[in-house]
């Protein structure tokens, strides 16, 4: 039988234990509040992965997927623009925390960091005049073929093995918007680059309307974002974040936005 005394008691008790909860929540929601997330994009991204102005990325698919996680998540965002080279070092000491759109293959030690989920496919393919889109269906037909790349990527081993033994050309190229404008004026056979940025440049005319995509893919892969073994916020709550954005269609309306 409870007496008064212990009902006051019972009733003190379920107070505090209200109180304690109150202030886990509260402490909870400002310490991610006070969380900032940061985010690379490379120096060459462009877009539709990435647009940037004065130094500050605006607008592309690394800044919809930051921000969601962020809204997701309650905390802050940031972006920081990497040389190609160095971003997995910084990954590594954890100058930077989150590093989308890549794939465990383009690292030297993948091991060192923790990886996403599959947020969707990609593949390297190659830009050429239009007419031209038929010469390149194998990877025999690169043979004599000056391909334009660029500095710190790394492509398909058996295309990465006829660059090393001058079976390919490769011509290193400043940019997209270089490789594609000597592509359009014949100095470059064809230009080797993520499908999803060529059928960008593509579709917006660029520079005089004559180029396509061959129909031989360099390579086909997974497009994942790696995550820093320092990042401030675990690995388990950013791959839950980035499951949601895929099971709710956010990618993918992402994507069709930029197609």
Not at 79 to 101: F, N, T, W
Request: negative net charge; contains cysteine; aromatic residues 8%.
């Amino acid at each position: 039988m409870l007496t008064e005394k212990t009902s006051i008691h019972t009733f003190s008790c379920r107070r505090i234990l209200t109180a304690v909860l109150l202030l886990l929540v509260n402490f909870s929601a400002t310490t991610q509040a006070d969380t900032t997330l940061i985010l690379s994009y490379w120096t060459d991204a462009t877009p539709p992965f990435a647009w940037s102005k004065n130094g500050q990325l605006t607008a592309g698919l690394i800044k919809d997927i930051g921000d969601e996680l962020a809204r997701q998540g309650g905390y802050k965002v940031a972006y920081r623009e990497v040389p190609v080279k160095r971003i997995e070092a910084q990954l590594a000491e954890g100058s930077i925390h989150v590093d989308c759109i890549t794939n465990p293959i383009w690292k030297e030690k993948p091991e060192l960091l923790s990886w996403s989920p599959v947020l969707f496919q990609g593949a390297d393919r190659f830009l050429v005049q239009k007419g031209s889109e038929h010469e390149i269906t194998s990877l025999d037909d690169l043979r004599g073929k000056v391909i334009g790349t660029y500095n710190g990527y790394v492509y398909h081993p058996s295309i990465m093995e006829m660059f090393s033994t001058k079976a390919a050309l490769a011509e290193q190229v400043q940019g997209i918007d270089k490789g594609v404008r000597l592509v359009s004026l014949g100095r470059l056979d064809a230009l080797i680059d993520f499908d999803i940025l060529l059928l960008y440049q593509i579709r917006q005319g660029q520079p005089n309307d004559n180029l396509t995509l061959a129909s031989f893919h360099a390579d086909d892969y997974d497009l994942q974002c790696a995550y820093s073994p320092h990042s401030p916020v675990a690995t388990e709550e950013i791959d839950d974040r980035l499951n949601a954005m895929i099971k709710t269609g956010f990618i993918s309306k992402a994507l069709d936005k930029y197609r």
